[in-house]
C-alpha cells in the first residue's frame, strides 16, 4: 500500500500524558500537512511541512503541540500534558507541490481520547 | 474570511435522486475548490476539484457548479447510489495549500 500511513491508528491515554502520532506520506511527496477533525465537524488545518522545513503553523496550535520532519520523509506531531479538549481525529496529508499545486492526499488519521 | 459555509448539514435522497450540496465561501484569494468524501473511520478521499476558470467540472457521475461571483460552489451526485452514502466535505484554499473545510454534509441514499 503506498497511500499515507499513520500509526497508531487509536490512542486512549489520561489527561497530562504526552502522545505522539507518526504519519508516513507517499514517498516522492514534498509537502506533508497535519489536521485535526473533532465529532462532526470538517478538518481543521494545523500545520505544514515543505520537505523539513515547517512552512505554517495554525494559531489553533498551542504551545503543547510540536511537529517535526526532521529528514523531509515521515513526520512526528507530539501533544504535551494532553487535556480534555484535545480528544480529536488527527489527520496526516502529502501532496507532491509543484507549479503552485499539488493535490492532498489524506491518511486514515490517528483518533486520540484523552480520559 | 477564512471560513468556508457548507448546507445542508444532512440530506437523504433516494436511490437515482440528485443530492446537491452548497458551499460558500469569502476569502476572493482561494483559487481551489476540492470536494471530499468520507467514509465512517477513514481519511477523506478527493472526488473532484475546480479552479475558478470554469463554470462547471464533470467527473463521472459528479459534478461541480462554480459560481465566482456570488462566490459558491456546488456538488451534484447523479443517479445516486446506497454506496455514495458518507459525509462530503467542501474546501478552498489557494494553489490546493492548507485547505479550509466546511462542516460536511451527511449523506444517506436511500435504496
Redesign the interface.
Known sequence: DTGVSQDPRHKITKRGQNVTFRCDPISEHNRLYWYRQTLGQGPEFLTYFQNEAQLEKSRLLSDRFSAERPKGSFSTLEIQRTEQGDSAMYLCASSLFQGGTGELFFGEGSRLTVL | QQQ?K?SPQSLIVQKGGIPIINCAYENTAFD?F?W?QQFP??????LI?IRPDVSEKKEGRFTISFNKSAKQFSLHIMDSQPGDSATY?C?AGQ??????????TRLTINP
Open positions: 468556508v457548507q481551489y476540492p471530499y473511520g477513514k481519511g477523506p478521499a478527493l476539484a466535505f474546501a494553489g490546493a495549500q492548507k485547505l479550509v473545510f466546511g462542516q460536511g
